[in-house]
Every structure is written in C-alpha cells, then in structure tokens.
C-alpha cells in the first residue's frame, strides 16, 4: 500500500524556536496533503489543507503566521511551528491524498513535538 | 456542518468477549464516506475500514464487522472474540467527497483486559 513518512518523528526544543516537520508520499504524488494535531488523549483536528503549488488552506482558529505550511512538490509538503511555545507540544500528524488511484488518504506515523 | 460522535469515551471488556463501537455522524451531504481507524500506543494510525454512502451492505473482515444504518446515522463497529492486542483509541471519521477533509470523532479508548 502507499506510504507516507514523517521527519523526524520526534521533536524537543526550547521555547521561541521554530521546528520544521517534513511530510513525504514516498510511492504517489499529492497534490493535497493535510495537516492534523492531536493533543494528548484527544482526537485529531484538522489544521490545514497543503495545495502543491498554492497556499495552504487553514481552519478556523489555526494561525496561518505561526504554523507555516509549504507544498512546494508533489511528494513533499512542510509544516513549521514558529515561535513553538510549550502549549505548541502536540503529535502532529499528515496525510496525503493520492487522487490518482486509490483517491484515498494515507496517514504519516506523526511527529511528536516536546516545547521546554 | 459536519460532526462525528462516538459517546463511548472509554470501554472494558474482558478478553474473548465481543464488542461493539458505537458512532454518529452528520452530515449535509448526500455523498460522504465514513472510516473506522486503530490508533495504538505507538500513535500511528490504522486504517480498517472506509464506506461509501451508497453502499449500506454490512462488512466483516476476520473478528471485524461494521453495520451501517443511513436510516440511523450510524456506523458502528464491532470486534468478535477480542484479543489484548485490541487494546487501543478507535477513531470514526467522516469525509464529504467535495473537499477530502477527514472529520474525527473523539475516540472511544478500548481496554481488552486478559
């Protein structure tokens, strides 16, 4: 079946750095890939719709500014935290949408981010 | 608006009982698809089921089946014999096909006690 990875898949950094999460469809192009977070014992909300080649569409209450999202290929689409603060520490995980063929969504393993 | 409820927060069972996972959803749509996933301690999502809306025929995989009720708005899921290694968080989920966003319900947290 189709795989997604996630680097890296875990995170701790101090307060007021940025981190950089890598989302990657390693066996289909994505032109849409999408962003969720999960905090502890919660369910998964949705962040953002990565759009190769165009802006990311967010949600509502999801600041654009500090969760900076870039899908500059069809296999790769980044999400970086800003500015991470400790309410930031999350599991944050991405799909990618392989419309071509199985138009189905298939789930990275996520990326756990500790903020100190 | 799309919404997606699981009312069972947590459940105990003990091991070779069955099981059954209760969800709800809304939606305007007339052309949707719902999903079933595992998400064990590891946190790593897995996929076990998705149903179209069209398509109302129950489905067993192994220990797995699932009943879908368009008349009831649900899509519940029941494990047979369950095993320890059940043990996890299942997520329902609901997708409208104009957009592919994948709504969560919260989760129902699964004890398979031995």
């Known amino acids: 079946g189709a795989v997604v990875s996630q680097h890296p898949s875990w995170v701790i950094c101090k307060s007021g750095t940025s981190v950089k999460i890598e989302c990657r469809s390693l066996?289909?192009?994505?032109?849409?890939m999408f962003w969720y977070r999960q905090f502890p014992k919660q369910s998964l909300m949705l962040m953002a719709t990565?759009?190769?080649?165009?802006?990311?569409?967010?949600e509502q209450g999801v600041e654009k500014d500090k969760f900076l999202i870039n899908h500059a290929s069809l296999t790769l689409s980044t999400l970086t935290v800003t500015s991470a603060h400790p309410e930031d520490s999350s599991f944050y995980i991405c799909?990618?949408?392989?419309?071509?063929?199985?138009?189905?969504?298939?789930f990275g393993p996520g990326t756990r981010l500790t903020v100190l | 608006a799309q919404k997606v409820t699981q009312a069972q927060t947590e459940i105990s069972v003990v091991e070779k009982e069955d099981v059954t996972l209760d969800c709800v959803y809304e939606t305007r749509d007339t052309t949707y698809y719902l999903f079933w996933y595992k998400q064990p301690p590891s946190g790593e999502l897995v996929f076990l089921i998705r149903?179209?809306?069209?398509?109302?025929q129950n489905e067993i995989s192994g220990r797995y089946s699932w009943n879908f009720q368009k008349s009831t708005s649900s899509f519940n899921f029941t494990i047979t014999a369950s095993q320890v290694v059940d043990s996890a968080v299942y997520f329902c989920a609901l997708s409208e096909t104009r957009d592919d966003k994948i709504i969560f319900g919260k989760g129902t947290r699964l004890h398979i006690l031995p």
């Open positions: 799909s990618a949408l392989d419309w071509m063929m199985t138009d189905t969504q298939y």
């Open positions: 066996d289909f192009q994505a032109t849409t």
């Open positions: 149903r179209n809306s069209f398509d109302e």
């Open positions: 990565s759009n190769e080649g165009s802006k990311a569409t967010y």
